[in-house]
């Protein structure tokens, strides 16, 4: 009897010394959690206010040169340019944030639907005609029998214009593609946007998408497109996949399993 009763003490002293340190551990764990999103946040508010002055320096200095210098009309007019340009980018900066923002806490709601894929690809490339620059190729690819994602149109539409306009913006020859297709072997389905810009080097496609990170300041942006885009697809169960070579293009898919 004495024996078990022992043993009874060491198996409970045992689990107790378990549970305790378990505890600890989570505590450990939680504590750490809390400090990472505190840096996060700390981190983001101070990106942010650089992003916000930046514009709203230029626009303050150039109004005020507007107002008090005897100008040419010639000069007045760049001015005036240069102050519409940074209003635009105030404004998406603002309207990108607000949407990461919203996307990410989950404020906004996802309307998931049967979305037509092939419909979505064609209405894209229409809409994007016109702003490929000429001696770009623009081509469009689906499957000869369209597929249908449960998932919410908008959305899907928002992250892949996103891309689009990345790769737009970093092309300036040979081709773009859009486009899906579907893998049976691993039962999704991949939008892709494909060009033959300027790529991104291994060591950098993982920052691009960090809130903010642009890899050149003098192209226009608020590096914020691939973190709304990855929110989204994240919202959509999805994934994102990058392919890219330095001087030879870039691949990026959005992947949903079926
Ligand atoms: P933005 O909203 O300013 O376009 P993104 O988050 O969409 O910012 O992209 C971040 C950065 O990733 C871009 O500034 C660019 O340096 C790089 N990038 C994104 N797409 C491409 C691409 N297709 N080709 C080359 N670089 C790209």
New binding site residues.
Partial sequence: ICIIALACAIVIILVMRLRFYWQVQQEIREREKAEEANRLKSAFLANMSHEIRTPLNAIIGFSSLIAELDLTAEEKEQYANIITTNNELLLKLVN?ILDLARIESGGIVFHKESCNLTDLVKTLYKQHLSDVPEGIEFKEKCPDTPICLYSDKERLYQALE??L???I???SAGFIEIGYEYSAEAQDVRLY?Q?T????SPE?QEA??ERF????DF???????????QAIVKQLNGRILLK?EKNK??R?SLVFEL
């Fill in positions: 990108d996103n891309i306009k990345n790769a913006k970093f092309t946007v060009d810009g300027i790529g991104i950098d691009i998408f990170k642009k890899l050149d192209v226009q942006g608020t590096g914020l497109g691939l973190s709304i885009c890219s293009g870039c990026i």
